[in-house]
C-alpha cells in the first residue's frame, strides 16, 4: 500500500514534443505528489508538486494533472528539449505522526533527441 | 542549489567497515532525512530526524543511526558495511512538518 508505480521506465521523445510519464498509487492518505528531476552524479531536484486538492498544477512548460479517483498523476513536458534529458522521479507522502517522508516511484529516464 | 550540502561526496569502504556521512541543512530548515538510492532505483528513506530526535525510520537496520545537532545539521553512520550499501546516499532537508524537501547533492559510497 505503499507503493508507488511509476511508467515507463524509459522515454524518447522528439525535440519540441510532449513527454508523459505516468504514477499511481494505493495510499489514499498521500497528501503530496512532487515530481523530482535528477541529472547522473546530482541529487533530485523539486521540480513541481501538487496536492489533492487540485487536479492540474501548471509552471512554465512543465504540468502536473491529478486524478484523485482514479488514485493516479502524471507530469507532461511540453515543447520538451535535449536539456531535459534526466531521470524523472515522482513521488507521495503523507505527514502522519511527525514525519513527511517521501514514497519514491522507480524513475523514468527521459531521452530528448535533438 | 538547494543550500543542502553533503560531504564527503565520494568514499570507498571496505567491508565490515564505518562510516560517517555528514549534511548541512538549508538555512532554517529544523528537519532532516537521509535516504538510500543504489544504482538505477528511486531513493529509499532511512529516517528523518526533527529536533535532534529520531522522529521516523524506513526498513533499515540498526547499523544505520544517525545524529541531528542543535544547528540542524546531522550525520548518518553505518555499522558493518556491507557490500549491499554500496549506493548514492541523500540528505533532505525541510521545515517542520511542510512537504518542500530539498535534496542535497548525495554522497557516494562504495563498499568493496
Known amino acids: 500500500q505503499q507503493q508507488v508505480k511509476q511508467s515507463p521506465q524509459s522515454l524518447i521523445v522528439q525535440k519540441g514534443g510532449i513527454s508523459i510519464i505516468n504514477c499511481a498509487y494505493e495510499?489514499?492518505?498521500?497528501?503530496?505528489f512532487p515530481w523530482y528531476q535528477q541529472f547522473p552524479g546530482k541529487g533530485p531536484a523539486l521540480l513541481i508538486a501538487i496536492r489533492p486538492d487540485v487536479s492540474e498544477k501548471k509552471e512554465g512548460r512543465f504540468t502536473i494533472s491529478f486524478n484523485k479517483s482514479a488514485k493516479q498523476f502524471s507530469l507532461h513536458i511540453m515543447d520538451s528539449q535535449p536539456g531535459d534529458s534526466a531521470t524523472y522521479f515522482c513521488a507521495a507522502s503523507t505527514y502522519g505522526g511527525a514525519t513527511n517522508k517521501l514514497i519514491f516511484g522507480t524513475g523514468t529516464l527521459l531521452a530528448v533527441q535533438p | 542549489e538547494t543550500g543542502v550540502t553533503q560531504s564527503p561526496t565520494h568514499l570507498i569502504k571496505t567491508r565490515g567497515q564505518q562510516v560517517t556521512l555528514r549534511c548541512s541543512s538549508q538555512?532554517?530548515?529544523?528537519?532532516v532525512s537521509w535516504y538510500q538510492q543504489a544504482l538505477g532505483q528511486g531513493p529509499q528513506f532511512i529516517f528523518q530526524y526533527y529536533r535532534e530526535e529520531e522522529k521516523g525510520r524506513g526498513n533499515f537496520p540498526p547499523r544505520f543511526s544517525g545524529l541531528q545537532f542543535p544547528n540542524y545539521s546531522s550525520e548518518l553512520n553505518v555499522n558493518a558495511l556491507e557490500l549491499d550499501d554500496s549506493a548514492l546516499y541523500l540528505c533532505a532537508s525541510s521545515l517542520g512538518g511542510l512537504n518542500t524537501i530539498y535534496f542535497g547533492e548525495g554522497s557516494w559510497l562504495t563498499v568493496v
Open positions: 495510499n489514499t492518505a498521500f497528501d503530496y
Open positions: 538555512s532554517g530548515h529544523n528537519t
